[in-house]
Nanobody
């Protein structure tokens, strides 16, 4: 059974930090790129960061670049998202998802710096964790 389980969400004040975890099982972790997505109330889900497989190359949307850091621990089949300097606009449900890297063109490494862009259909999804940034 494929599982992706997010944890680490919560309530934090503006300017604070959180670290989200995405623990995975049931598939060959090394064959999948992992992305973090979020959905704010009344808005569509958006991809914000992803990490590819072989090189661990990372990609960030402009909205989180410089504040969020994604990393993967291949020994633990887990991906992390460290979020610093959080803003009220970061309030959302955060999801992690996995995409089979072979589904993503190798040329994306040149275009985006990582082989995991959100335009592709991700295969597996977690249930999400709530992040609320409020004073």
């Amino acid at each position: 059974e494929v599982r992706l389980v997010e944890s680490g969400g919560g309530l934090v004040q503006p300017g604070g930090s959180l670290r989200l975890s995405c623990a995975t099982s049931g598939f060959t972790f090394g064959d999948y790129a992992i992305g973090w997505f979020r959905q704010a109330p009344g808005k569509e889900r958006e991809g914000i960061s992803c990490v590819s497989t072989e090189s661990g190359s990372e990609y960030y949307e402009d909205s989180v670049k410089g504040r969020f850091t994604i990393s993967r621990d291949n020994a633990k089949n887990t991906v992390f998202l460290k979020m610093n300097n959080l803003e009220p606009e970061d309030t959302a449900i955060y999801y992690c998802a996995a995409v089979y890297v072979v589904s993503v063109p190798l040329s994306d490494t040149i275009m985006y710096g990582a082989r995991c862009h959100f335009q592709y259909e991700y295969d597996f999804w977690g249930q999400g964790t709530q992040v609320t940034v409020s004073s």
